[in-house]
């Protein structure tokens, strides 16, 4: 049973950082993509990151390459996601996403097959 659990969400001004957590069970670690992804109100839900289980190659969205940072720390078993330079746009609900390793490649975050609750990011 996979569980994901995101923290580490809140208020901040733009221009401020917040660092995402998830912790992640029931996965084996070792292979599995790991990712975010985030939706705001009334929008398309956006890819933002993603990290490979093998060599921690990431991947990212033109529109936060640069100011965020994804990494894994495998013996917690938890992702992160380091974002800095926040402004308004980035405001909206971050889910931390997971799922096999097919081909050798991830793919694409909005199609792996489990994601957490969520945690919400307002930028004002």
């Known amino acids: 049973h996979v569980q994901l659990v995101e923290s580490g969400g809140g208020s901040v001004q733009a221009g401020g950082s917040l660092r995402l957590s998830c912790v992640a069970s029931g996965v084996s670690y070792w292979r599995y993509c790991m990712g975010w992804f985030r939706q705001a109100t009334g929008k398309e839900r956006e890819g933002v990151a993603s990290?490979?289980?093998?060599?921690?190659?990431?991947n990212y969205a033109d529109f936060v390459r640069g100011r965020f940072t994804i990494s894994r720390d495998s013996a917690k078993k938890t992702l992160y996601l380091r974002m800095n330079r926040l402004n308004a746009e980035d405001t909206g609900r971050y889910y931390c996403?997971?799922?096999?390793?097919?081909?050798?490649?991830?793919?694409?975050?909005?199609?792996?097959?489990?994601r957490g609750q969520g945690t919400q990011v307002t930028v004002s």
């Open positions: 990290i490979d289980p093998f060599h921690d190659a990431t």
């Open positions: 996403a997971t799922d096999q390793l097919y081909g050798g490649t991830c793919g694409d975050v909005l199609n792996f097959a489990y």
